[in-house]
């Protein structure tokens, strides 16, 4: 199982921190991502942490601005969002794909049916 949580309402320029936990399942087998999604778009993904060794992935969109990171101890991905936009704002998502460690990324991480866990979703609402 994954618990989103940590979304909120922030002015244009701000920031936030996302929060992932898993449970349930081997995080180290495991990235986690997050994928967002606004009103009447379809949902896409936003970065993406290996558990095993770290490695990260990033939407171009978000390059820069988000970092993504894990707390193996705790078996929690955060999202940092700094210098966020109104076109930011949307539920955000996080879910769990099966990862080998050393295993290269490619646009096909976001290939949503290959994830086994999805948390709740969060809203992040960025006001202009």
């Known amino acids: 199982q994954l618990q989103a949580s940590g979304g909120g309402l922030v002015q244009a320029g701000g920031s936030l921190r996302l929060s992932c936990a898993a449970s349930g399942f081997t995080f180290d087998d495991y990235a986690i991502g997050w994928f967002r999604q606004a009103p009447g778009k379809e949902r896409e993904g936003v970065s993406c942490?290996?558990?095993?060794?770290?490695?990260?992935y990033y939407a171009d969109s978000v390059k820069g601005r988000f970092t993504i990171s894990s707390d193996n101890a705790k078996n929690t991905v955060y999202l940092q969002m700094n210098s966020l936009k109104p076109e930011d704002t949307a539920v955000y998502y996080c879910a769990a794909v099966p990862f080998l460690y050393g295993s290269v990324w490619s646009p096909s991480v976001w290939y949503t049916p290959g994830y086994d866990y999805w948390g709740q979703g969060t809203q992040v609402t960025v006001s202009s």
């Open positions: 942490i290996s558990s095993s060794d770290g490695s990260t």
